[in-house]
Antibody, heavy 123, light 107 residues
Framework: EERLVQSGAAVRKPGNSLKISCATS????????VGWVRQRPGKDLEWVAF??????????SPSFRSHVTLSVDRATDGATAFLQWNTLEASDTGIYYC??????????????WGLGTQVIVSS | EIVMTQSPATLSVSPGERVTLSCRASQSIGDSLAWHQHKPGQAPRLLIYDASLRATGVPARFRGSGSGTQFTLTISGLQSEDFAIYYCQHYKKWPESFGQGTRLDIK
C-alpha cells in the first residue's frame, strides 16, 4: 500500500525550533516530489515546499522560503522528508499535510496525501 | 499567482440527490485542475485530475468537467460517505493553489 506516514502533533512556544517528518512507503520515488501543504485554522490550503528525494532538489513557496528548511533522508525502500523551523511563530500554527506530487519542479499533481501533523505554537 | 474560487462555501443536501460544485480560476489553466475530497480525521484524497479523469478507485458517480477558467464537480446519487469538504486545485504552474473548499452537509 502506498503511504505517507507523518510524525505526531507538536506543541511549542514562539521562538522554539521544530522538525516534523514524513516517511514514504509502498512506492518508488522515481518521478515523485514530496512536500508539505499547510492549513491554518479557518484558512485555505497552501503549499509550503516540496523536495525531489532522488537529488534533494527543493522548491519553496515564496511565503515560506526564508522561514523553513526542507530536507530528505533516502533509504533503500523509501525516504523520509523533514520540515524544520529554527524560530517558530504563532502564525505557524496549523495542520501540515505531507503530499506526494507527480510532475516537474514547475508543474505537478498531488496524488497522495498524509494524515497531517498538527503544529501548535503558543506561549 | 493564480487564485482559485469555489462556490458555494456550503451545500446542504440529502442522500440520493445530485449536486454540482463550482470552481473558477483567475486565469486560464487549461485542464490542469484537480479535485480533492477531505473527510474529518482522514487524509485528503485525490478524486479527479486533468479536470475530468477519475483517480484510481473513484466511483463513477463523481464527474469532473470544464476547462480554461470554469470547472465543475458533479456527484450523482449522493452516498453517506460523500459528505466531506471538496477542494479544487490547479497545477498549471508553481505555486499550485487551492480553492477555499465546499463543504457538503447532510440535510
Amino acid at each position: 500500500e502506498e503511504r505517507l506516514v507523518q510524525s505526531g502533533a507538536a506543541v511549542r512556544k514562539p521562538g522554539n525550533s521544530l522538525k516534523i517528518s514524513c516517511a514514504t512507503s509502498g512506492f518508488s520515488l522515481t518521478g515523485y516530489w514530496v512536500g508539505w501543504v499547510r492549513q491554518r485554522p479557518g484558512k485555505d490550503l497552501e503549499w509550503v515546499a516540496f523536495i525531489y528525494p532522488r537529488d534533494s532538489d527543493v522548491r519553496y513557496s515564496p511565503s515560506f522560503r526564508s522561514h523553513v528548511t526542507l530536507s530528505v533522508d533516502r533509504a533503500t525502500d523509501g525516504a523520509t522528508a523533514f520540515l524544520q523551523w529554527n524560530t517558530l511563530e504563532a502564525s505557524d500554527t496549523g495542520i501540515y499535510y505531507c503530499a506526494r506530487r507527480k510532475g516537474s519542479s514547475w508543474s505537478g499533481l498531488i496524488d497522495l496525501w498524509g494524515l497531517g501533523t498538527q503544529v501548535i505554537v503558543s506561549s | 499567482e493564480i487564485v482559485m474560487t469555489q462556490s458555494p462555501a456550503t451545500l446542504s443536501v440529502s442522500p440520493g440527490e445530485r449536486v454540482t460544485l463550482s470552481c473558477r480560476a483567475s486565469q486560464s489553466i487549461g485542464d490542469s485542475l484537480a479535485w480533492h475530497q477531505h473527510k474529518p480525521g482522514q487524509a485528503p484524497r485525490l478524486l479527479i485530475y486533468d479536470a475530468s479523469l477519475r483517480a484510481t478507485g473513484v466511483p463513477a458517480r463523481f464527474r469532473g468537467s470544464g476547462s480554461g477558467t470554469q470547472f465543475t464537480l458533479t456527484i450523482s446519487g449522493l452516498q453517506s460517505e460523500d459528505f466531506a469538504i471538496y477542494y479544487c486545485q490547479h497545477y498549471k504552474k508553481w505555486p499550485e493553489s487551492f480553492g477555499q473548499g465546499t463543504r457538503l452537509d447532510i440535510k
